[in-house]
């Protein structure tokens, strides 16, 4: 299961429509590494500008990597995490996230980084396993 899911929020889904902040509340608590990391990569690329910031160590274990690639993999998860952090999201392998800004500044550096160019490059044999 990638979310921990509460029978409140659970009922809410099953009535209609879904409060977008506790949905992500739902995220932060079921996937704090992914959380943790994005939100870290969000705050670097405030504080330090540039075209994006992005993670380049492997997550720590498998609990770490399995959040990071659930967190990513789902469209409604994905999407709650830019919207609440104001950001976009690319990811690469099994640990490489990026956080671009909203507006069309790195438009070049996020088509760079997410092209089929970008993801060869990003190859290493000891990520094959990953």
């Known amino acids: 299961m990638s979310l921990d899911v509460s029978p409140a929020l659970l009922e809410q889904a099953e009535r209609g429509e879904v409060d977008e902040a506790a949905f992500v509340d739902c995220v932060r608590t079921s996937l704090p590494y ?3 990391l994005i939100g870290s990569l969000t705050a ?4 330090d ?3 994006f910031a ?3 160590t492997p997550p720590p274990d498998e609990q770490a990597r399995g959040q990071l690639l659930r967190a990513l993999a789902s469209d409604a998860i994905r999407g ?5 952090f104001g950001v976009r999201l690319a990811f690469q392998n099994c640990h490489r996230v990026a956080v671009f800004p909203l507006d069309a ?3 070049e550096r996020l088509t760079r980084f997410t092209s089929i160019r970008g993801q ?6 000891e990520l094959r396993d990953c």
Do not use: M, T, Y
């Open 34 to 36: 992914a959380w943790e």
């Open 44 to 47: 670097r690329l405030r504080v």
């Open 49 to 51: 500008g540039g075209d």
């Open 54 to 56: 992005d993670n380049l």
């Open 80 to 84: 709650a995490l830019e919207r609440h």
């Open 105 to 107: 500044s790195a438009d």
């Open 120 to 125: 060869l490059l990003n190859q290493s044999p």
